[in-house]
């Protein structure tokens, strides 16, 4: 009876299995590390049967979640690390400014080949353009864009919108306004017209380029030619102008160098008169000014008029 009694309680009391003690580490800092292990073990099976559940967004990019039980969620990821999920999968799109280039040059726009934008003017020419317009995709609309147009929207949205309004804004004005002065007036109306028509689909137009103009041959000679005209006139008026500003300069001069004339006449003329004045009063004022101005020279003797009274000896020596 004793016996039974010890089973019973035997099977009543089972043993524990011995727990694994770490040397040095508490029981319970051995329990969170072994909890920690199994949740990384699990967060590894899961990885390789379901996909990867951490996720890296990159610096510029938006990521957009696709559930695969409820279709896209509309709360993008942002920059930075996230979990989700393995039934979530995720696309990133770049938020940072793009460029959609349309060109007649082989390798620069985004198809090869002449890609260049051609469109009627009010007056019935064609024209050819190279167009640059620069955008940027709106973070918060990023899921609606990949649900409706997907990761190749630029083909799909940019690329015929640009078409269709660069042709609607070039068929209202003229050749010459879009080829000449009034090219960045027409290239902002563009691009107006861009934005209004992006906007409802989460894409930002920053900037349209109207670039590389060309125009019919005879419509570019007849231009080029109105240019050389131009040039030519103003040329003229520059040499007009320079020979009235020449022709000025020598009145001018003429001007001056006749007024010296006068004041110098005019002053001899007081000096004269002066003059005049001293010989009334002091007629030997003649002979005076007749003997300074022998001074210096090789006279021995100088005669004076007899009704003047004297001789003198132009030597000096008194003799």
């Known amino acids: 009876m004793v016996q039974d009694n010890d089973d019973d309680w035997d099977m009543r009391n089972p043993k524990k299995p011995p727990e694994i003690k770490i040397e040095g580490i508490p029981p319970v800092v051995g329990k969170v590390l072994r909890s920690i292990a199994v949740i990384f073990v699990m967060m590894f099976l899961f990885s390789v049967m379901f996909g990867s559940i951490l996720v890296s967004v990159g610096a510029g990019e938006v990521g957009v979640k696709f559930n695969q039980f409820g279709g896209v969620e509309s709360d993008e990821l942002g920059e930075g690390l996230h979990i989700v999920p393995p039934w979530v999968s995720v696309t990133k799109y770049s938020v940072r400014s793009e460029v959609y280039t349309m060109s007649s040059q082989q390798s620069e726009g985004d198809r090869t080949g002449d890609d260049q ?3 009627l003017t009010n007056e019935g020419l064609m024209l050819g353009m190279d167009i640059t317009v620069r955008y940027r995709l709106m ?31 070039v068929s209202k004005h003229t050749a010459m306004e879009v080829y000449g002065e009034q090219r960045q007036m027409v290239a902002s109306e563009m691009l107006n017209k861009l934005e209004n028509a992006m906007n409802a689909d989460g894409i930002i137009v920053e900037e349209v380029l109207l670039r590389n103009v060309k125009l019919p041959e005879k419509v570019a000679n007849a231009i080029e030619e109105k240019l050389q ?4 006139a103003q040329r003229m008026v520059f040499i007009k102008q320079k020979e009235q500003l020449e022709a000025e300069r020598k009145v001018i001069e003429a001007t001056g160098s006749a007024e010296a004339t006068i004041i110098e006449a005019t002053g001899e003329a007081e000096a004269l008169r002066i003059i005049n004045q001293e010989i009334a009063k002091n007629p030997d004022l003649i002979s005076y000014k007749y ?10 003797t100088m005669i004076v008029p007899t009704d003047q009274g004297l001789i003198l000896d132009a030597s000096g020596s008194g003799k």
């Open 139 to 169: 973070p918060d609309d990023a899921s609606d864009v990949h649900q409706t147009l997907g990761k190749g929207y630029a083909e799909k949205i940019i690329r015929p919108t640009i078409k269709s309004v660069i042709r609607e804004v």
């Open 229 to 232: 005209a131009d040039q030519d």
């Open 117 to 119: 934008i051609t469109a």
């Open 291 to 300: 003997i300074q101005m022998l001074q210096g020279q090789e006279i021995q």
